[in-house]
């Protein structure tokens, strides 16, 4: 896999290339975060857990990897006319999170003896901050059932695990913050936000992020889709390894899209088969992914009413 730039990277001088402007999109919006490793020490201890040992992210790296694109933007290149090059730049705000975890599993276990549970406190957070965004679902009505630690790579577990935190934005575009400044809000309400890692999750964890047009350099005359807006799906707990060399101490692993709709997108000339095929197939994981989960998501809705890929 072709390794993604991290959001501090700086992208103005690359990807002008033949590849749809939905390639570059995705390309150069795709999160990228250190990645940690357990100690040696503790390898053998989580492999007797059934577990194989895999590299990691801790949450709060992840929302600081953002910092930088939500206070300039991340930009995105375009090539217009065929020589003309214009880099469009989108801010990235949370739209929705769900956490899941096992409730067998050492995250459950670490727990000192009298401690309130993570999910007991996780839900009381999450449903304060669902009120003042006014999303009216509350973390405390999730599923209960119990959990099935079997599901094949790739599946939900049916239950997804236990719902620790979830969190789905109302406030119109112009009045969010940035993603890195809202996730530090609602981490003072739920600090976990900051310390889970990708390992204590289970493969129900996501998060969706919505893209907004802010500005473009060059400045000039109207082009098609500068005003296009995107809603990213990205699995929290099945990071990618962006380098080959994963123990180095820069190595990094990213959270690529498997998800995506979009608001005022329109397909190209150039690649408009191709790229009108991967829009509805990333429009229809997104569905599904949302129908299995059973999330009624207050972006997604707004966005598919607007959509004219749907088939």
Known sequence: MKSSPSPSSSPERKGF???????RFLEHTTPSVAAQHFPRTSMKSWRNRGNEFHPYFNLG???ESFR???????GV?????GNDSVVQYYVPSLSGIQLYIDPTSHVMEQRRPGEESDANSSRETSSDGESESGTGRRANNARSHGYSRHAGSGDISNPPGLLIFEYFERELPFHREPLADKMSVLASRFPELKTYRSCDLTASSWISVAWYPI???????????VDA???????L???????ERMHDANSKLSLPTFGLVSYKFKVSDLNG???GQKVNSLLRAADNWLRLLQVNHPDYNFFMTHNTYWR
């Not at 807006?229 to 699995?235: E, G, K, R």
Request: proline share 8%; glycine share 6%; aromatic share 18%.
């Open 77 to 81: 290149p375009l090539l217009w006319n």
């Open 237 to 243: 707990a099945k990071p990618v390894r962006s380098s």
């Open 68 to 74: 930088e694109w939500s206070v300039y933007g991340v």
């Open 273 to 275: 088969v191709f790229e």
């Open 61 to 63: 790296d992840l929302w």
């Open 17 to 23: 290339g033949s590849d749809s402007y939905l390639d």
């Open 229 to 235: 807006c995107f809603l990213t799906f990205h699995s």
């Open 215 to 225: 500005y473009r350099i060059p400045v000039g005359p109207t082009l098609q889709n």
